[in-house]
Protein backbone atom coordinates (compact mmCIF):
# COMPACT_ATOMS: atom_id res chain seq x y z
CA UNK A 1 0.00 0.00 0.00
CA UNK A 2 1.50 2.94 -1.34
CA UNK A 3 1.73 6.22 1.00
CA UNK A 4 0.53 9.73 0.64
CA UNK A 5 2.30 10.64 -2.88
CA UNK A 6 2.32 14.26 -3.27
CA UNK A 7 4.06 15.79 -6.77
CA UNK A 8 5.69 17.78 -7.65
CA UNK A 9 8.35 17.53 -4.84
CA UNK A 10 9.79 20.32 -5.99
CA UNK A 11 8.37 23.31 -7.86
CA UNK A 12 9.38 26.82 -9.33
CA UNK A 13 7.37 29.89 -9.91
CA UNK A 14 7.84 33.08 -11.02
CA UNK A 15 5.58 35.77 -9.23
CA UNK A 16 2.51 36.18 -11.14
CA UNK A 17 2.10 32.33 -12.20
CA UNK A 18 -0.17 29.92 -10.77
CA UNK A 19 0.91 27.16 -9.15
CA UNK A 20 -0.75 23.61 -9.05
CA UNK A 21 0.29 20.74 -6.04
CA UNK A 22 -0.92 17.63 -6.22
CA UNK A 23 -1.91 14.89 -3.04
CA UNK A 24 -2.95 11.50 -4.01
CA UNK A 25 -4.23 9.77 -0.43
CA UNK A 26 -3.78 6.07 0.74
CA UNK A 27 -5.91 3.64 -1.07
CA UNK A 28 -8.98 3.63 0.96
CA UNK A 29 -8.58 7.07 2.90
CA UNK A 30 -11.72 9.36 1.97
CA UNK A 31 -10.23 12.44 4.00
CA UNK A 32 -7.43 14.92 2.88
CA UNK A 33 -5.76 17.97 4.81
CA UNK A 34 -3.09 20.30 3.42
CA UNK A 35 -0.44 21.99 5.69
CA UNK A 36 2.27 24.81 5.06
CA UNK A 37 5.47 24.98 6.51
CA UNK A 38 7.11 28.30 6.27
CA UNK A 39 10.57 28.85 6.91
CA UNK A 40 11.88 28.45 10.60
CA UNK A 41 8.07 27.69 11.59
CA UNK A 42 5.54 24.81 12.16
CA UNK A 43 3.23 23.23 10.19
CA UNK A 44 0.15 25.45 9.86
CA UNK A 45 -3.51 23.96 8.92
CA UNK A 46 -4.66 25.37 6.09
CA UNK A 47 -8.06 22.98 4.64
CA UNK A 48 -9.81 19.09 5.35
CA UNK A 49 -11.47 17.90 2.61
CA UNK A 50 -13.48 14.87 1.97
CA UNK A 51 -14.43 13.77 -1.17
CA UNK A 52 -15.98 16.55 -3.52
CA UNK A 53 -16.52 18.88 -0.47
CA UNK A 54 -14.62 21.13 1.81
CA UNK A 55 -15.29 20.52 5.40
CA UNK A 56 -12.78 22.72 7.10
CA UNK A 57 -11.36 25.85 5.23
CA UNK A 58 -10.54 28.04 8.16
CA UNK A 59 -6.80 27.80 7.35
CA UNK A 60 -6.77 28.98 4.34
CA UNK A 61 -6.01 32.63 3.08
CA UNK A 62 -9.31 33.91 1.60
CA UNK A 63 -7.63 35.15 -1.73
CA UNK A 64 -5.76 33.00 -4.37
CA UNK A 65 -5.64 29.85 -2.52
CA UNK A 66 -8.07 27.16 -3.59
CA UNK A 67 -8.61 23.79 -3.14
CA UNK A 68 -10.13 20.62 -4.54
CA UNK A 69 -10.85 16.69 -4.14
CA UNK A 70 -12.52 15.79 -7.14
CA UNK A 71 -14.75 12.31 -7.24
CA UNK A 72 -11.94 10.99 -8.74
CA UNK A 73 -8.36 12.04 -9.10
CA UNK A 74 -5.66 13.77 -6.96
CA UNK A 75 -6.51 16.27 -4.45
CA UNK A 76 -5.57 19.90 -5.93
CA UNK A 77 -4.12 22.80 -4.03
CA UNK A 78 -3.75 25.69 -6.28
CA UNK A 79 -2.44 29.14 -5.67
CA UNK A 80 -3.22 31.51 -8.24
CA UNK A 81 -0.83 34.87 -8.79
CA UNK A 82 2.04 33.77 -6.58
CA UNK A 83 4.28 35.93 -4.38
CA UNK A 84 7.36 35.42 -2.42
CA UNK A 85 5.27 34.87 0.29
CA UNK A 86 4.16 31.77 -0.75
CA UNK A 87 7.66 30.05 -0.69
CA UNK A 88 6.91 26.92 1.54
CA UNK A 89 7.01 23.35 1.70
CA UNK A 90 3.62 22.26 1.02
CA UNK A 91 2.28 19.16 3.15
CA UNK A 92 -1.05 16.74 2.48
CA UNK A 93 -1.91 14.17 4.64
CA UNK A 94 -5.00 11.48 4.50
CA UNK A 95 -6.87 9.17 6.69
CA UNK A 96 -9.31 6.48 6.26
CA UNK A 97 -12.17 8.53 9.27
CA UNK A 98 -12.07 10.74 12.06
CA UNK A 99 -13.05 9.06 14.64
CA UNK A 100 -10.75 9.63 17.83
CA UNK A 101 -8.50 6.37 16.94
CA UNK A 102 -7.97 7.41 13.44
CA UNK A 103 -4.50 8.03 12.18
CA UNK A 104 -3.14 10.47 9.49
CA UNK A 105 -0.46 10.12 7.29
CA UNK A 106 1.29 12.38 5.64
CA UNK A 107 3.21 12.76 2.16
CA UNK A 108 6.83 13.96 1.60
CA UNK A 109 5.88 17.60 0.71
CA UNK A 110 5.55 19.51 -1.53
CA UNK A 111 8.54 22.71 -1.76
CA UNK A 112 7.33 25.85 -3.65
CA UNK A 113 9.73 28.49 -4.25
CA UNK A 114 9.00 31.57 -6.03
CA UNK A 115 11.42 33.92 -7.77
CA UNK B 1 -6.06 30.23 20.02
CA UNK B 2 -3.80 26.94 20.33
CA UNK B 3 -0.31 27.28 20.33
CA UNK B 4 2.73 24.84 21.25
CA UNK B 5 6.41 25.36 21.91
CA UNK B 6 8.73 23.09 21.87
CA UNK B 7 12.38 22.90 22.75
CA UNK B 8 14.99 24.88 19.80
CA UNK B 9 16.90 22.26 18.09
CA UNK B 10 19.59 20.75 16.91
CA UNK B 11 19.70 18.44 19.68
CA UNK B 12 23.04 16.33 19.76
CA UNK B 13 23.77 13.05 21.81
CA UNK B 14 25.53 10.21 21.63
CA UNK B 15 24.12 6.83 21.37
CA UNK B 16 22.02 5.14 24.48
CA UNK B 17 22.15 8.63 25.79
CA UNK B 18 18.48 9.70 27.27
CA UNK B 19 16.47 11.66 25.44
CA UNK B 20 13.97 14.47 26.37
CA UNK B 21 12.68 17.32 24.09
CA UNK B 22 10.39 19.23 25.59
CA UNK B 23 6.97 20.46 24.91
CA UNK B 24 4.50 23.12 26.19
CA UNK B 25 0.68 23.89 24.75
CA UNK B 26 -1.75 26.40 25.10
CA UNK B 27 -5.08 25.13 24.21
CA UNK B 28 -8.73 25.40 24.81
CA UNK B 29 -11.21 22.69 25.93
CA UNK B 30 -9.54 19.02 26.40
CA UNK B 31 -7.44 18.38 23.51
CA UNK B 32 -5.57 15.47 22.00
CA UNK B 33 -1.47 15.52 21.77
CA UNK B 34 0.47 13.93 19.36
CA UNK B 35 4.18 13.71 18.53
CA UNK B 36 5.34 13.37 14.63
CA UNK B 37 8.68 12.17 13.40
CA UNK B 38 10.02 13.25 10.28
CA UNK B 39 12.89 10.98 8.54
CA UNK B 40 15.24 12.58 6.47
CA UNK B 41 13.47 12.36 2.82
CA UNK B 42 10.02 11.22 4.35
CA UNK B 43 6.72 12.81 5.43
CA UNK B 44 5.71 13.00 8.72
CA UNK B 45 4.87 9.55 10.64
CA UNK B 46 2.91 9.67 13.98
CA UNK B 47 4.91 8.64 16.71
CA UNK B 48 2.87 8.75 19.53
CA UNK B 49 -0.46 10.20 21.19
CA UNK B 50 -2.52 10.93 24.13
CA UNK B 51 -6.44 12.02 24.15
CA UNK B 52 -7.09 12.74 27.85
CA UNK B 53 -5.18 14.09 31.12
CA UNK B 54 -2.98 11.56 32.44
CA UNK B 55 -2.87 9.33 29.55
CA UNK B 56 0.60 7.60 28.33
CA UNK B 57 1.60 7.42 24.94
CA UNK B 58 4.39 5.15 23.98
CA UNK B 59 5.92 3.44 20.37
CA UNK B 60 9.48 2.39 19.52
CA UNK B 61 10.38 2.73 23.30
CA UNK B 62 9.69 6.89 23.39
CA UNK B 63 7.06 8.07 25.82
CA UNK B 64 5.11 10.81 26.49
CA UNK B 65 2.52 11.82 29.19
CA UNK B 66 -0.26 13.90 28.82
CA UNK B 67 0.39 16.60 31.99
CA UNK B 68 -2.69 19.00 32.06
CA UNK B 69 -1.19 21.09 35.42
CA UNK B 70 1.93 21.69 33.73
CA UNK B 71 0.17 21.59 30.04
CA UNK B 72 3.31 20.00 29.16
CA UNK B 73 3.51 16.51 26.87
CA UNK B 74 7.60 15.97 27.00
CA UNK B 75 8.66 13.09 24.73
CA UNK B 76 11.33 11.09 26.22
CA UNK B 77 12.95 7.60 25.44
CA UNK B 78 15.91 6.15 28.07
CA UNK B 79 18.49 4.70 25.02
CA UNK B 80 18.63 6.68 21.80
CA UNK B 81 19.95 5.20 18.48
CA UNK B 82 21.82 6.48 15.41
CA UNK B 83 18.78 5.44 13.54
CA UNK B 84 16.17 7.82 16.11
CA UNK B 85 18.19 10.95 14.05
CA UNK B 86 15.69 12.91 12.75
CA UNK B 87 12.84 16.05 13.40
CA UNK B 88 9.94 15.28 15.80
CA UNK B 89 7.00 17.79 16.17
CA UNK B 90 4.55 18.38 18.89
CA UNK B 91 0.88 18.48 18.03
CA UNK B 92 -2.44 18.81 19.30
CA UNK B 93 -6.12 19.13 18.19
CA UNK B 94 -9.17 19.89 19.87
CA UNK B 95 -11.09 18.59 17.09
CA UNK B 96 -10.89 14.45 16.92
CA UNK B 97 -9.13 11.91 15.00
CA UNK B 98 -7.60 12.41 11.86
CA UNK B 99 -5.64 15.76 11.07
CA UNK B 100 -8.27 18.34 11.41
CA UNK B 101 -7.05 21.68 13.08
CA UNK B 102 -3.35 20.22 14.30
CA UNK B 103 -1.37 22.71 15.69
CA UNK B 104 2.44 22.01 15.77
CA UNK B 105 5.30 22.97 16.98
CA UNK B 106 7.97 23.98 14.97
CA UNK B 107 10.20 20.72 15.39
CA UNK B 108 13.54 19.71 17.34
CA UNK B 109 16.31 18.35 15.01
CA UNK B 110 17.55 15.46 16.90
CA UNK B 111 20.84 14.11 15.69
CA UNK B 112 22.85 10.75 17.23
CA UNK B 113 26.02 10.18 16.71
CA UNK B 114 28.08 6.84 16.94
Known amino acids: NAGVMQNPRHLVRRRGQEARLRCSPM?????VYWYRQLPEEGLKFMVY????????ESGMPKERFSAEFPKEGPSILRIQQVVRGDSAAYFC?????????????FGQGTRLTVV | GNSVTQMEGPVTLSEEAFLTINCTYTATGYPSLFWYVQYPGEGLQLLLK?????DKGSNKGFEATYRKETTSFHLEKGSVQVSDSAVYFC?????????????FGKGTHLIIQP
Open chain 2, 91 to 103: ALTNSGGGADGLT
Open chain 1, 93 to 105: ASSPDIGASSEAF
Open chain 2, 50 to 54: ATKAD
Open chain 1, 49 to 56: LQKENIID
Open chain 1, 27 to 31: KGHSH
